[in-house]
């Protein structure tokens, strides 16, 4: 049975895991899927090289991967409520920077503003706010956060190219960044300033284990890589999804299929909250990555309306436990002190690598003229993660051990 101070905390903490909701909704609408609009409208409104425009979406994601990383710090120093404020403030100045852009120097500066914004608000962020609210009850606290991601992008991506085409991309991005300052601002300063009351004190103050030594546990490298690598295949898939199912079903149906299986995101994420809460989370993020992989490679192989809607479905259910899996597993093996550090450092080392995600898999095609070897490594890399995290359980070396029976 869960002490009572925890049920009390989980009850108080509700408020706080909405609110999550709707930065995660913002954060995802404005600062994941923006860039991609950005990289098409400057291509066609400035004649700016794809290529050119590709390296400061890189840049953008690559940036704000450094920046994950240092968030603990942040939050320690200057709390999670000013450091969420400052980060809804950056990402709308960088959205507005991006879009009024006139010559290509002047896209630096929209960079690092919206670098700056996106770390502030992405899934390390998300934890951050949720996870000191939750005990027994945070593993669905985090899935109604992560959520607003898959809300962001069914609601975002056509509403980006709704405006964009009637407003430019410069008038799109001033209604966007300003709707996420005026809806964000309040809230967080309403609901995120306090932090919920500490623990009892033992008599004892735990000291945080360095980033060194974390990177030099199994299970932290198990759990890093795994996930590295399935979103690396993830995130590439859905860079290319579209121009892999437009032939076969035409663009209309292709777009479609996209937000379908941005909606799956949601129920798989939903169901995996509830199978969480007391089963074992490695097992379950294998079982996602196995089934991510079926997906993956029915949209390789497969030919057809119903072959490829079964791919976009499985595919679809996996695809928001790739970021709302990882912070359950680091609550259940790393000490309390080292949860925020694990969940930052595993998102900036994900981020980094699925940044190069979409030019691998578009190098592979062109190469190939065929996206079935593009498709087939995705799948191939979702079993290998499916294989690493299983294998990384805690308990393998003293660090390991310590680590896990450590936590609270």
Not at 80 to 106: D, E, I, K, S, Y
Not at 147 to 175: D, K, M
Not at 384 to 404: F, N, Y
Request: net charge positive; glycine share 12%; hydrophobic share 55%.
């Amino acid at each position: 049975m869960a002490p009572a101070g925890v049920i009390a905390a989980d009850r108080e903490g509700w408020p706080v895991a909405r609110v999550a909701f709707v930065v995660a909704v913002f954060g995802w609408g404005v600062g994941f899927y923006g860039p991609a609009i950005y990289l098409q409208a400057l291509h066609e409104s400035r004649g700016w090289p794809i290529s050119t425009v590709s390296a400061a979406v890189t840049a953008h994601f690559l940036l704000s991967a450094l920046l994950i990383a240092g968030l603990p710090e942040a939050y320690r120093r200057f709390g999670v409520g000013l450091v969420t404020f400052a980060g809804v403030l950056l990402a709308a100045a960088g959205a507005v920077a991006w879009g009024q852009a006139r010559q290509l120097w002047q896209v630096a500066p929209a960079v690092m503003l919206s670098a700056a914004g996106w770390a502030a608000t992405s899934g390390a962020a998300l934890n951050a706010i949720v996870s000191p609210w939750f005990g027994r009850d945070r593993p669905k606290a985090l899935g109604l956060a992560f959520n607003g991601a898959s809300v962001g992008g069914v609601a975002f991506v056509p509403l980006w190219a709704l405006l964009v085409a009637r407003c430019g991309l410069g008038g799109a991005t001033l209604v966007l960044g300003g709707l996420m300052a005026v809806v964000l601002c309040p809230l967080v300063w309403g609901f995120l300033w306090r932090s919920p009351a500490p623990p009892p004190a033992d008599g004892r103050r735990e000291t945080a284990t360095t980033r060194g030594h974390l990177l030099r546990r199994t299970n932290f490298l198990s759990l890093s890589a795994a996930f590295a690598l399935g979103l690396f295949a993830q995130i590439g898939l859905f860079a290319h999804l579209i121009a892999r199912l437009a032939p076969e079903v035409g663009p209309e149906l292709a777009a479609a299929a996209v937000s379908v299986t941005t909606l799956c995101a949601i129920v798989g994420r939903t169901v995996a909250g509830r199978l969480a809460d007391g089963r074992d989370a490695r097992r379950l993020a294998a079982m996602n990555f196995v089934i991510q992989s079926v997906s993956t490679a029915l949209l390789a192989f497969g030919t057809g309306m119903a072959s490829l809607a079964l791919g976009c479905v499985l595919f679809g259910l996996g695809v928001g436990n790739l970021v709302s899996l990882p912070p359950v597993i680091a609550q259940r093996e790393f000490r309390s002190v080292d949860v925020g550090t694990v969940v930052a450092l595993v998102t900036a080392i994900n981020q980094a690598l699925f940044a190069l995600a979409p030019f691998v898999l578009g190098w592979l095609k062109d190469s190939t003229h065929d996206y079935r070897v593009s498709f087939a490594l995705a799948a191939s890399l979702q079993l290998l993660s499916a294989a690493i995290v299983v294998s990384g359980r805690p308990g393998g070396t003293a660090d390991d051990r310590q680590g896990a029976h450590g936590r609270r």
